[in-house]
C-alpha cells in the first residue's frame, strides 16, 4: 500500500523498533466479517477448566496473546493445555497441584486473578500476586476477597500477594456493592464446589457471566439467575468433563460496527448474537446508522445519512459497554455535532483522548467526561495506543482520516483483537502490519520480548505444549 503522502510505511520507518500498523484513510469497507470468539469469556473459562480433574475442550478461543498467557499460567500450576485443532484449547487439570500464580504472568494479565476462585475450591489454597493497577485505572479486588471471605476462606494479603486458605469453601449470601464481572465469576466458580447455596445479590449481568455459568453448568455445576441480578449457585462435590464453544466476541463486533460506520461502508458481521450488542446498536442508529439483523447471527450496519453526535454513558451490561467508548469516540469524532462521554465503570479510561486530537479531533477531558466536537474530517498522523480499546479506537480514526495514520503499540492490540488487521484489509481497508526486522524486535516495552515467543495454543496444527516462559 502507498500512503497519499507517498510512503509505503508512513512516517516512522527510520526509527521504528516494534511493528506498527500503517493506514491509508478514506477507503469504503465491503463484505462479511468473521467475529471470533469472545476473549473474556475464553480467559474465565480456562480458569473454571481447573474445577475439575476431567479434560474438557474449549472451543472458539481467539488466538491472542491474552489467552497465551492464561495458558502459560495454567501449564505453571501443573494443568496440561494443548491446542486441540483450530481455535480449540484442550485442558487437563488432572495434575493441578501448585497453587502459586508466577508473578511476572500474572503482573501482565489482569484476567490472571480469575484462577483465585478454582484454586480455593481444588486445592484449598491459593497464592496469587495482586494484579496491581494498570493503564485504565486502579481496578482493586476488594470485591473478590470479600466474597471469598464470605465463604469462610481465610484471606491474607501480604508483600502484594493474596494468600488465601480453606478446609472447604461453603455457600453464603454475597451482597456486591458494584456489579463487578470478575468478581461475580470468583465467586460463581468458588460456589460451584462449596458446600450448601451461594446468592451472589447485585451481580455481573454480562453475556461473558452467563457464558461462564452455562461452561459450568456442562460441567455439572448447578447454578441459576446468570444473567440476572441475583444468581443462584448450588455447590457440588465434583465437576465433570465438558466440551463447550465459546460465544462470540461483542466487543469485537461492536468496533467492526464502528469501522464500517466511520468509513460509510455497508458491512456484514457474524457470528453474533444481537442481544449482546443492544446499547450500541441503539447508539449507532441514533448517530444515524442502519443495523438490521440480516440472519439470527449475522448483522448488516450500512450508511446513508450524515452522522450526528450523540452522549454516551458506559454502565454495566446491559448499559453502554466501557469497552466500546475508546471505539465510539472515534467515530462521535466526525459526528457532527458536541457528544459528551461519559466513563463511569474506570476512571482512566481516556488515555485515547490526545492521540484522537493528534488526528485532528477536538476532544476535550473535563472530570470523567470526553466532550467531543465533531469535525469535518480527521488527518492521518502517526498515533501510540495506551490500552487494548485504545489501539482499536486510532485504528479506527485511521481508516476515516485523511492520508496515512501509523498505529504503534500494537501489543496492546494483540491482546485482545484476533487477527484484526487482516479482517479489516479483506473487507476492503487500506491497512498495512509492517513487521520489524528480528534485531530490531527487542522492544522493552513490549509484553512478549521475541526471545521468549509465547506460542498461539489455539491456532492448529502444532501439538506441543505451551510453556510457562
Ligand atoms: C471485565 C472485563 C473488561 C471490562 C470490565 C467491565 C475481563 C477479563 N475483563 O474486567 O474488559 O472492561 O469487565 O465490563 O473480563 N472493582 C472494584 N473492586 C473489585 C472489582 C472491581 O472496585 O474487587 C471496580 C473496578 O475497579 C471497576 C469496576 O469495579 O471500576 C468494574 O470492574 P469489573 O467489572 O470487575 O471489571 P473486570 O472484571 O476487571
Not at 441475583?230 to 464453544?245: E, Q
Request: charged share 20%; with cysteine.
Amino acid at each position: 500500500m502507498t500512503s497519499e503522502s507517498g510512503s509505503p510505511r508512513g512516517e516512522q520507518t527510520a526509527t521504528q523498533t516494534a511493528p506498527y500498523l500503517v493506514i491509508s484513510g478514506g477507503h469504503r469497507l465491503a463484505g462479511e466479517v468473521v467475529v471470533s470468539g469472545a476473549k473474556n469469556s475464553a480467559l474465565a473459562l480456562m480458569a473454571a477448566a481447573l474445577l475439575t480433574t476431567d479434560g474438557c475442550r474449549l472451543r472458539n478461543v481467539p488466538d491472542l496473546t491474552d489467552i497465551r498467557t492464561m495458558g502459560a499460567i495454567l501449564e505453571s500450576l501443573g494443568v496440561r493445555v494443548r491446542p486441540g485443532g483450530p481455535h480449540t484449547l484442550d485442558i487437563d487439570a488432572r495434575f493441578l497441584a501448585v497453587h502459586r500464580a508466577p508473578y511476572e504472568l500474572v503482573n501482565t494479565l489482569r484476567a490472571s486473578f480469575f484462577i483465585l476462585g478454582p484454586l480455593l475450591a481444588r486445592l484449598g489454597m491459593a497464592r496469587i500476586p495482586l494484579p496491581g493497577g494498570c493503564a485504565i485505572g486502579a481496578r482493586p479486588v476488594d470485591l473478590h476477597v470479600r466474597g471469598l471471605a464470605a465463604m469462610g476462606a481465610e484471606v491474607r494479603i501480604e508483600h502484594g500477594m493474596v494468600e488465601a486458605r480453606v478446609r472447604r469453601l461453603r455457600g453464603a449470601r454475597i451482597y456486591l456493592d458494584y456489579p463487578s464481572v470478575g468478581a461475580t465469576e470468583t465467586i460463581m466458580m468458588a460456589a460451584t464446589l462449596a458446600e450448601g447455596e451461594t446468592i451472589i445479590e447485585n451481580a455481573a449481568q454480562e453475556p461473558e457471566v452467563v457464558d461462564l455459568a452455562n461452561f459450568c453448568r456442562a460441567m455439572g455445576a448447578r447454578i441459576r439467575g446468570a444473567g440476572s441480578k441475583t444468581i443462584v449457585v448450588s455447590g457440588v462435590p465434583k465437576l465433570h468433563a465438558a466440551d463447550y464453544t465459546v460465544i462470540p466476541d461483542r466487543i469485537e463486533a461492536g468496533t467492526f460496527l464502528t469501522a464500517a460506520a466511520i468509513t460509510g461502508s455497508t458491512l456484514r458481521l457474524a457470528p453474533v448474537i444481537p442481544d449482546h450488542l443492544g446499547a450500541a446498536i441503539a447508539k449507532l442508529r441514533d448517530i444515524g446508522l442502519h443495523v438490521a439483523s440480516v440472519r439470527p447471527d449475522c448483522l448488516e450496519i450500512s450508511a446513508d445519512r450524515p452522522l450526528v453526535a450523540v452522549d454516551i454513558e458506559t454502565l454495566p451490561f446491559p448499559g453502554f459497554p466501557t469497552d466500546l467508548q475508546a471505539p465510539f469516540m472515534s467515530l462521535l469524532a466526525v459526528s457532527d455535532g458536541t457528544s459528551i462521554i461519559s466513563e463511569t465503570v474506570f476512571e482512566n479510561r481516556l488515555m485515547h483522548v490526545p492521540e484522537l486530537n493528534r488526528l485532528g479531533a477536538d476532544i476535550r477531558v473535563r472530570s470523567g467526561h470526553a466532550i467531543v466536537r465533531g469535525v469535518p474530517r480527521l488527518s492521518g498522523a502517526p498515533v501510540t495506543a495506551t490500552d487494548l480499546r485504545a489501539a482499536a479506537a486510532l485504528v479506527i480514526a485511521g481508516l476515516a482520516a485523511q492520508g496515512t495514520t501509523t498505529v504503534n503499540g500494537l501489543h496492546h492490540l494483540d491482546r485482545g483483537y484476533d487477527g484484526f488487521a487482516a479482517k479489516l484489509k479483506a473487507v476492503g481497508a487500506r491497512i498495512e502490519r509492517i513487521a520489524p526486522t528480528p534485531a530490531a524486535e527487542a522492544d522493552p516495552n513490549c509484553e512478549h520480548p521475541p526471545s521468549e515467543p509465547a506460542r498461539s495454543v489455539v491456532a492448529g496444527a502444532d501439538p506441543a505444549p505451551i510453556t510457562a516462559s
